[in-house]
Nanobody, 123 residues
Framework: VQLQASGGGLAQAGESLRLSCVGSGRAFGSLGIYWFRQVAGKEREFVASIAPSGVGTYYADSVKDRFTIERDNDKNTAYLQLNWLNYEDTAVYYC?????????????????WGQGTLVTVSS
């Protein structure tokens, strides 16, 4: 599967953005989708994930209640809605696919990564 992330941009604190992750190739609907983010010079940070069916979701504490992950398997697309953005959300956001999904933060087993989309939040 190939993933392509998009939707990043410049936002002011308190505003919203919606990121998209479009998959092609292997059955998108059979894969868990994960969002991570990374600031230059820092380790990549888990943000959110969603089960293949879309029923199960899991969030990092830092984004819970502000971000929402969803997916539309008919469109081979997963979304990350970013609400109430703050300066600390500034990062490159990546989506990734994994053959299995469970609540938690896996450190291995990802079969594909998107190219990243930059989110910049001005305070």
């Amino acid at each position: 599967v190939q993933l392509q992330a998009s939707g990043g941009g410049l936002a002011q604190a308190g505003e919203s953005l919606r990121l998209s992750c479009v998959g092609s190739g292997r059955a998108f609907g059979s894969l868990g989708i994960y969002w991570f983010r990374q600031v230059a010079g820092k380790e990549r940070e888990f943000v959110a994930s969603i089960a293949p069916s879309g029923v199960g979701t899991y969030y990092a504490d830092s984004v819970k209640d502000r971000f929402t992950i969803e997916r539309d398997n008919d469109k081979n697309t997963a979304y990350l809605q970013l609400n109430w953005l703050n300066y600390e959300d500034t990062a490159v956001y990546y989506c990734a696919a994994r053959a299995s999904w469970a609540r938690g933060i896996p450190t291995y087993g990802f079969i594909s990564w998107g190219q990243g989309t930059l989110v910049t939040v001005s305070s």
